[in-house]
């Protein structure tokens, strides 16, 4: 199993860019999650879902939308990425959102906004 | 403990030495909790949890107090190793159908 797989590892964008990061999850788990997290500060969630077919805004939703295209995968999308998106992206699965402990993290996503 | 800005709370301790992380939860209805390791450049990793009906879990190494009248957690790690230098993340759950909540994190240093 490969648990949780983020693509791209790292990007470069200039400012009014677009792009999508993907995230795939293994574990047939239900739920999932895409965090930020800048220096010095925690996780920050920006969407989750909580099953197939399901999207909720998280804490810092402004900015960003995000696709559940199946149980497996589930991508964030920056459409006028700006300096302030900056930041790694962390994208989780669990089996359910009652189910916090299995709550498994990708290896991240490094994006820089120029 | 918690902190805001660009700069973690650091602890460093000596080699063999125990460690005692703390968290400020900010929720009184929290009735979950997690404490994640997050070591340099990967995703954080789950170490233990306890639930709000306990005031007291061990695990391997790890303990973790949960003080709900003061809404305080702890993370004690029994002598300490190099390979426990990382920045460590309390989360809370609250009953119901709702994601976890991540603290700031403290950066644990190791000295040899």
């Known amino acids: 199993n490969a648990g949780v797989t983020q693509t791209p590892k790292f990007q470069v964008l200039k400012t009014g860019q677009s792009m999508t990061l993907q995230c795939a999850q293994d574990m047939n788990h239900n739920s999932m999650y895409w965090y930020r997290q800048d220096p010095g500060m925690g996780l920050r969630l920006i969407y989750y879902?909580?099953?197939?077919?399901?999207?909720d805004k998280g804490e810092v939703p402004n900015g960003y939308n995000v696709s559940r295209l199946n149980k497996r995968e589930f991508s964030l999308r920056l459409e006028s990425a700006a300096p302030s998106q900056t930041s790694v992206y962390f994208c989780?699965?669990?089996?359910?959102?009652?189910?916090?402990?299995?709550?498994?993290f990708g290896p991240g996503t490094r994006l820089t906004v120029l | 403990g918690e902190s805001v800005g660009l700069h973690l709370p650091t602890l460093s301790v000596q080699e063999g030495d125990n460690s005692i992380i703390n968290c400020a939860y900010s929720?009184?209805?929290?009735?979950?909790f997690i404490w994640y390791k997050q070591e340099s450049g990967k995703g954080p990793q789950f170490i233990i949890d306890?639930?709000?009906?306990?005031d007291k879990r061990q695990g391997q190494r790890v303990t973790v107090l949960l003080n709900k009248t003061v809404k305080h957690l702890s993370l004690q790690i029994a002598a300490t190793q190099p390979g426990d230098s990382a920045v460590y993340f309390c989360?809370?759950?609250?009953?119901?159908?709702?994601?976890?909540?991540f603290g700031k994190g403290t950066r644990l240093s190791v000295i040899a």
């Open positions: 929720n009184s209805a929290s009735d979950y």
């Open positions: 879902s909580a099953s197939e077919g399901t999207t």
């Open positions: 306890i639930r709000s009906n306990m």
């Open positions: 989360a809370e759950n609250m009953a119901g159908n709702t994601p976890l909540v």
């Open positions: 989780a699965s669990s089996e359910a959102l009652t189910h916090a402990e299995t709550e498994f």
